[in-house]
């Protein structure tokens, strides 16, 4: 079945282009590089993983409630909408929900699939360009596991949310070759890593934690080496050019702020824009959620050099600028420490079962003689 069915809105066309600029670097320099970012490379050769055998697919998940979202936690709870509505039609508006959500990662990753690419291809240091390969192959691995989620345990996908497509057009069709680290690795992926961790953290549905848990892990290492490239590039630039870089980031931060409000899903359900609109910003959930959302970019962006009045000015009017003082280390280790422990608590509970399993036929053998 062609995926275009399972679109709640027509996608338009299949195949989005974005004219490509900037020059491919190829570098006749072979020496051994900056042994922070080879260890990273190492790092992601070490990790590759296979998403058929890392996770457990035959988990069941009901698409009328896949992430065990809680009532106040919907922008319609506590609306004439909401009280009118079947307990039914609410299980569906959930599926809604982890459909929207779900499709614009699935999006995301394509994106940062084709921006690791392209690093692959601008980047002037041997060295980035054997850790984005990598990356590369991680965005793939996610957009997989993504897209098998929604087709095969929701059912339903939505299209790419305009803001998330702004910003990725804006990122790729930049012809200075450290905006897709900037774009991709700082506003999309950091963003997402926020929520990422916002739903594996508060999930009670097993299939989804571990998709996320291990998505992160990946993401945690593409998120260090963002940040070790542009510290080093970004300490070479003029005050001039670290401004124009200050305003893309200033931008591509209110398009995020924006993205994930899910008024098309509300839309969907026949409710005028104006007042979908005005449920998103009453809704203290999602007034948290969005502030969470930049826990990883804030600190990010101020750690890479860009801190200057306007960017602070920026973040104030947003409410994140305290985030700036947030541990972005310890959060990263977290990450890869939540997916470690979740596969050592399923690898001892497997062991456990495989040993009670062996007893047992041992048990029913001597029963037999």
Request: charged share 30%.
């Amino acid at each position: 079945m062609s995926t275009r069915e399972l679109y709640t809105t027509d996608p338009g066309d299949s195949l989005w282009q974005v004219p490509a600029t900037g020059a491919a670097r190829f570098t006749w320099e072979y020496d051994d590089g900056r042994d922070r970012l080879l260890a990273l490379y190492k790092k992601g050769k070490d990790k590759q993983w296979d998403a058929d055998l890392r996770i457990e697919w035959d988990l069941e998940v009901d698409p009328h409630d896949p992430l065990g979202t809680p009532d106040e936690a919907m922008s319609l709870y506590g609306t004439t909408y909401w009280d009118r509505m079947t307990e039914k039609e609410r299980g569906e508006l959930r599926q809604h929900y982890a459909s929207w959500q779900f499709s614009q990662f699935l999006h995301g990753e394509q994106g940062a699939m084709v921006c690791a690419a392209r690093i692959v291809e601008s980047v002037p240091d041997l060295d980035a360009k054997f850790y984005s390969a990598t990356q590369t192959m991680d965005e793939a691995r996610h957009a997989e596991i993504y897209s098998r989620f929604l087709q095969e345990k929701i059912g339903m996908l939505y299209p790419i949310n305009d803001n998330l497509q702004a910003l990725l057009n804006d990122t790729l069709k930049d012809s200075r070759w450290d905006m897709p680290y900037l774009g991709m690795q700082v506003l999309i992926e950091g963003l997402a890593l926020a929520a990422f961790g916002m739903i594996r953290d508060t999930t009670n549905k097993p299939l989804p934690k571990q998709i996320l848990a291990y998505v992160m892990q990946d993401e945690a290492r593409h998120v260090a080496f963002g940040r070790m490239a542009l510290r080093d590039y970004y300490k070479q630039l003029t005050e001039a050019e670290l401004r124009e870089r200050e305003e893309f980031v200033i931008e591509g931060c209110y398009l995020m702020r924006d993205r994930l409000r899910g008024l098309e899903v509300l839309e969907n359900w026949g409710i005028p824009k104006a007042e979908a609109e005005r449920f998103t910003e009453q809704s203290e959930f999602l007034h948290l959620f969005r502030k969470l959302l930049f826990s990883r970019i804030v600190p990010c962006v101020k750690d890479i050099g860009l801190w200057g009045k306007r960017l602070q000015q920026a973040y104030l009017d947003m409410g994140v600028f305290d985030l700036g003082d947030s541990n972005l280390d310890l959060l990263m280790a977290q990450d890869e420490e939540v997916a470690e422990k979740l596969d050592a608590e399923r690898f001892a509970a497997e062991e456990a079962a495989r040993t009670a399993e062996v007893a047992e036929a041992i048990t029913r053998g001597g029963t037999a003689e």
